[in-house]
């Protein structure tokens, strides 16, 4: 991709099913100057990066209208306003077709009313054909075979064997199956703008000491804007005045409202409550913590799932497999084995007509963004269709503890110096260098040595050992701070601190050790509080039947099986440094399936990127989290985590669910059409109900219960 390249998203009416977006790619590989696309069958869109210099605008979309499709340029995502249907004109066509049926039903009963139903029927099949007949014959131009146009085959034929009610039906029931189905999808994309109408349109900006209303696209970082009482946060930053309490249940799913004050990070899309507030912005509108779920939602079709790409596969071959099949039905019998004409040819058409489905096509896709979309109001959010299934099909779940199976806010509990040593002087030299470190102990550290008013002396040289501690200098001394590990070579033979940490460490505390190259300075005992909905997250996992829950941690085997034993996990490894957690999800992989890996992120990403499936804790505000997790939770609630695996397994179950219906519905019509025991309308009805049936079907992952 060029520098001077341009990206457009278009908004392409009709383009309604897998067979559509073979077509759109035919026409983008036909232009020049075009880098990529991509199309979205679920939104609608079309996104394409163009090189302006070679290809104009109105190129690309009049290259789309030679499909038959209509291409506009999308400029505000969240103001696109649903047009009634008697605007539309298929819907208007839809109406006439259905209401020139039935009168001519009716006439057809009268005596004496001649040619006048036939008239009628003819006319229902002309207003209803007319769109269906423009893009297929088009595609048909462009070298694709459309389902539309396998349809009016199949009206055409239904007339030119003297059906005229078969065919006016036909086409009315395709029409009102595509109608239902684009209502169905269009349930689920609407899902997606419902998360884009939680953003404010504008701030309210203090600037040069007046206050000032700007559309949020014009606030840049570092402004002040104030949130008044009752209203949305319009962007994500730091409160720097005011205090109040804030729904967050739009980013986090949390329903407690989360107390706010002078430093606290506040969200785009989340309701201020009761105080008014300053903050500084942060990030600029496209990159707020919403609308990064927004996008996740968007681009869930981008990082497809292996039954996506199943699906999209399946409509490439399947559509000219059919049309093949039909000639073949309706040319060899009488051509070859000299059998009557015409009801081979109605057997051809029957066959052409049960397979004009896109129920497998549409299923998957809604599906998807159901769960996600359900994922993200519920504070999820998932990193595409590929996250979904991965997760679907988790067997073993590994926690990190620090900061994930515990609250990660440790405090230190005891001060043991050596010795000859100095209590505030340990201290004062472990927090010296934790100064350095982003650890949650080296947080508890620094915040006793303020407590006591130490100062924190300057260090230069400053080394973290993940996993393990850290080292720094001290006015040129080096210092290390951090586990028995590191401290191995001078604890040689039952030494007194050794006996003093596992004393600590059997309740549960971490052993922070200070000393220099040849001397243990001291131990600094630091409690970490288990998050109280632990236990009850843990039960609710293993009741939904996932196998060990494991425990993965750097600290000591005492720690960490006291730890375990009131989180109730089923198995606990201690002592690893983040290559031993790689290696423990590895193992974990290889005795029981896909593993996920749950974790705060600090210092647990190589195991979470090792895992099927990285689960992220707290991701609100992380923006490296969310970027790397395949599933972030905004919340540090681990409640949501049942309700997730829940959720991707029943996606995951719906999906098989849906394309095993399909595949049978196939498996069966197909057949039946063959040795000639269904006619065209019964054919076409069965196949219209069938995907009705599957897209609903999978609607219903919208409504999954959180919780
Ligand atoms: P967990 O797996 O519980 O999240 P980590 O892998 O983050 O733990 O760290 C493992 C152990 O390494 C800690 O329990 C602690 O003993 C030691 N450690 C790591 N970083 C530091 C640090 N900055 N200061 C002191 N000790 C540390
Ligand atoms: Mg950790």
């Not at 949305?232 to 107390?259: N, R």
């Not at 922070?512 to 243990?520: C, F, K, N």
Request: charged share 20%; net charge neutral.
């Amino acid at each position: 991709m060029g520098s001077q390249d341009e990206t457009i998203t278009l908004r392409v009416e009709g383009m309604d099913c897998a067979n559509e977006v073979a077509l759109i790619e035919k026409k983008m590989k036909g232009l020049e100057g075009i880098a990529s696309w991509r199309p979205d069958l679920m939104t609608q869109q079309l996104t394409v990066i163009f090189a302006p210099a070679a290809v104009k605008r109105e190129a690309i979309i009049k290259a789309i209208e030679q499909t038959g499709m209509k291409a506009s340029v999308v400029l505000d995502r969240a103001s696109q306003q649903s047009v009634p249907w008697w605007k539309q004109a298929q819907m208007v066509c839809l109406a006439a077709c259905g209401l020139l049926f039935a009168v001519a039903f009716v006439l057809e009963k009268v005596p004496g009313t001649g040619v006048m139903p036939k008239i009628l029927y003819a006319a229902a099949v002309a207003v209803g054909a007319y769109y269906p007949a423009r893009m297929g014959v088009r595609a048909l131009l462009t070298g694709v075979l459309n389902i539309r146009l396998l349809m009016v085959c199949g009206a055409a034929g239904a007339i030119a064997l003297g059906h005229w009610e078969e065919a006016a039906m036909l086409v009315f029931i395709y029409s009102l199956g595509d109608v239902l189905e684009a209502y169905a999808v269009g349930k689920a994309r609407r899902s997606i703008r419902a998360l884009m109408e939680l953003v404010p349109k504008e701030a309210l900006l203090r600037r040069d000491g007046q206050e000032i209303l700007a559309p949020v696209e014009s606030v840049h970082l570092g402004d002040t804007i104030i949130v008044r009482p009752g209203e949305k946060v319009p962007l994500d930053g730091v409160v720097s005045a005011g205090g109040s309490t804030v729904d967050q249940s739009s980013i986090t799913g949390e329903s407690l409202p989360a107390a706010k004050g002078v430093g606290d990070q506040v969200f785009a899309g989340t309701i201020n409550q009761r105080g008014a507030l300053d903050v500084r912005v942060t990030h600029l509108a496209e990159d707020t913590t919403l609308a990064r779920i927004i996008h996740s939602v968007e681009e869930a079709q981008a990082r497809k799932s292996s039954y996506q790409r199943f699906g999209e596969r399946f409509g490439k071959y399947y559509t000219p497999a059919m049309f093949l099949l039909a000639i073949l039905v309706t040319v060899v019998p009488p051509v070859f084995l000299g059998q009557p004409f015409s009801p081979w040819f109605y057997r051809g058409l029957v066959l052409l007509v049960v397979s004009c489905s896109c129920g497998l096509a549409l299923s998957v896709p809604v599906a998807v963004v159901a769960a996600v979309a359900n994922a993200a109001r519920h504070g999820v959010l998932y990193k595409g269709g590929a996250s979904l299934e991965a997760a679907g099909k988790v067997r073993v779940l590994a926690f990190d503890k620090t900061g994930t199976l515990t609250l990660g806010q440790p405090v230190v509990t005891d001060l043991l110096p050596a010795d000859s040593a100095d209590g505030r002087e340990v201290l004062s030299i472990a927090a010296a260098v934790e100064s350095r470190s982003e650890h949650p102990l080296a947080e508890a550290v620094l915040r006793r040595a303020r407590e006591e008013n130490l100062p924190i002396r300057p260090v230069t040289d400053f080394e973290a050992m993940p996993g393990s501690g850290a080292r720094a200098k001290i006015d040129g001394v080096s210092y290390t701070v951090g586990n028995l590990r590191l401290f191995e070579h001078l604890l040689a033979g039952g030494s007194p601190t050794a006996e003093r940490v596992a004393a600590l460490e059997s309740e549960g505390k971490t052993t922070i050790l200070v000393g220099t190259d040849g001397r243990i300075l001291g131990i600094i005992a630091v409690a970490d509080q288990m998050r109280s909905e632990t236990p009850a997250a843990v039960k609710s996992l293993k009741a939904i039947g996932l196998g060990p829950i494991v425990m993965l941690t750097g600290d000591g085997e005492r720690t960490a099986k006291a730890v375990a034993g009131l989180s109730g996990v089923d198995e606990c490894r201690s002592g690893l440094l983040p290559e031993g957690k790689v290696q423990a999800v590895r193992e974990l992989r290889s005795r029981f399936g896909h593993v996920a890996m749950v974790g705060d992120g600090v210092n647990d990403a190589p195991a979470m990127a090792e895992a099927d499936v990285g689960i992220a804790m707290g991701a609100a505000g992380t923006d490296v989290a969310i970027e790397t997790a395949d599933i972030a939770l905004m919340s540090d609630d681990l409640r949501r985590l049942p309700y997730a695996l829940a959720l991707s397994r029943r996606a995951v179950n719906n999906i098989k669910q849906n394309i095993v219906a399909s595949l049978a519905i196939v498996a069966i019509l197909v057949p039946t059409a063959l040795v000639g025991w269904i006619g065209l309308v019964p054919g076409l009805l069965l196949n219209e109900i069938s995907a009705l049936i599957v897209i609903l079907n999978a609607l219903r992952l919208l409504n999954h219960k959180g919780g």
